[in-house]
Nanobody, 123 residues
Framework: QVTLVESGGGLVQAGGSLRLSCAASGRTFGRYGTGWFRQAPGNEREFVAAISWSDDSTRTADSVKGRFTISRDNAKNTVILQMNSLKPEDTAVYYC????????????????WGQGTQVTVSS
């Protein structure tokens, strides 16, 4: 089992950057694929990015490709979402999610979730 805690959200102007961290407890975090999702008011939860447990391969939503980068440090049990060139439409609550041997885009397949961190991008 793993517990996830996100940090790094905040208010930023359009064009700015934020770095979100997802800190995981649990000694077997290396078996977990990790994803970032976001949810804006009135919208469904949306896939943002994910990273594999095995070879650090990544996948990124088209809406953030070229602007957001996901990475992980297994020694620190941390997954990072670096967000650059932020746009007002990136405003949402961002959630970290983890699941054993899964790093896909379907949020229903992740069983472990953090509490979320608010990202607000002003125009």
């Amino acid at each position: 089992q793993v517990t996830l805690v996100e940090s790094g959200g905040g208010l930023v102007q359009a064009g700015g950057s934020l770095r979100l961290s997802c800190a995981a407890s649990g000694r077997t975090f290396g078996r977990y694929g990790t994803g970032w999702f976001r949810q804006a008011p009135g919208n469904e939860r949306e896939f943002v990015a994910a990273i594999s447990w095995s070879d650090d391969s990544t996948r990124t939503a088209d809406s953030v490709k070229g602007r957001f980068t996901i990475s992980r440090d297994n020694a620190k049990n941390t997954v990072i979402l670096q967000m650059n060139s932020l746009k007002p439409e990136d405003t949402a609550v961002y959630y970290c999610a983890a699941e054993t041997y899964y790093s896909g885009t379907e949020y229903s397949k992740y069983n472990y979730w953090g509490q979320g961190t608010q990202v607000t991008v002003s125009s």
